[in-house]
């Protein structure tokens, strides 16, 4: 085995540029700081004049959801990934040495801009970016729904019934920091997964139905260029067919 040397990454790079990057074709195409002002408006960060870690750059957080929602990737997923893989690295303007965000950071930064609904607007702006730049959708669609995990929290009873019925619990009301720390959107569902082979050699005569907490994540992706067209984030119990007469099927691209 070779000695690293210094040009090893770029000419790594150079590689998955030959070999086709999809991300690389996402850098040139999209013009990512069209979506900063949106981004700000909806995270309405602080100016930090209070201290504290400033938070990461809100573009470079919504390239990582286009990253995760390509590849279907939970949070814990993203993060591994993202230190992992060189065109992650390279779509993102990170280098080896730079922090990456870890997967709390990534789940709340989804949040945020769930909560001021801002992600259906961003995509359709990201839909209007590839098409003025020539990216038609015209060979079909794939649609895909994503489950994506969120900490788990420890409610009464009461609290649950009232964030079932869309309200805020009263014990929470007068105190901003708990309920600052509540996420009260997640929703439990079924994750169906298949049974494993037992150690004797048969196989259960069903799938396995694991408890699930948090989001999920819908997609239509074009056939043809792989890009994500549109998104819709529910709760992880919502309907996949629902969302279909909600706007996420392009009855023009078939």
Request: hydrophobic letters at 35%; proline letters at 5%.
């Amino acid at each position: 085995m070779k000695q690293p040397g210094f040009f090893d990454v770029e000419e790594r790079l150079a590689r998955l540029s030959g070999l086709g990057d999809q991300l690389e074709a996402f850098s040139r195409t999209v013009d990512f700081e069209v979506f900063r002002p949106d981004l700000e408006k909806a995270l309405a960060y602080s100016d930090g004049s209070k201290g504290g870690r400033p938070p990461f750059d809100p573009v470079l957080m919504f390239k990582i959801l286009v990253i995760q929602t390509l590849n279907n990737l939970s949070d814990e997923r993203t993060e591994y990934l993202i230190n992992d893989r060189l065109s992650f690295m390279r779509f993102l303007g990170l280098g080896l040495s730079d922090r990456v965000p870890d997967a709390k950071t990534i789940w709340l930064f989804r949040e945020r801009l769930t909560q001021a609904g801002a992600i259906e607007r961003l995509f359709e702006r990201f839909d209007a970016t590839l098409r003025s730049a020539g990216y038609l959708p015209m060979s079909g669609q794939i649609l895909d729904a994503t489950l994506v995990a969120a900490p788990k929290q420890r409610n009464t009873n009461a609290e649950k019934a009232d964030l079932r019925a869309g309200r805020i619990p009263e014990d929470w009301q007068d105190k901003p920091s708990k309920l600052s720390h509540k996420d009260r959107h997640a929703r439990w569902t079924l994750k169906f997964t298949k049974a494993k082979q037992q150690d004797d050699g048969t196989m259960p005569s069903r799938d396995l139905a694991i408890p699930f907490f948090g989001y999920k994540s819908h997609v239509s992706i074009d056939r043809k260029f792989r890009f994500i067209r549109k998104w819709k984030t529910t709760d992880a119990a919502a309907s996949d067919g629902a969302r279909l007469r909600e706007g996420l099927l392009d009855k023009t691209n078939t």
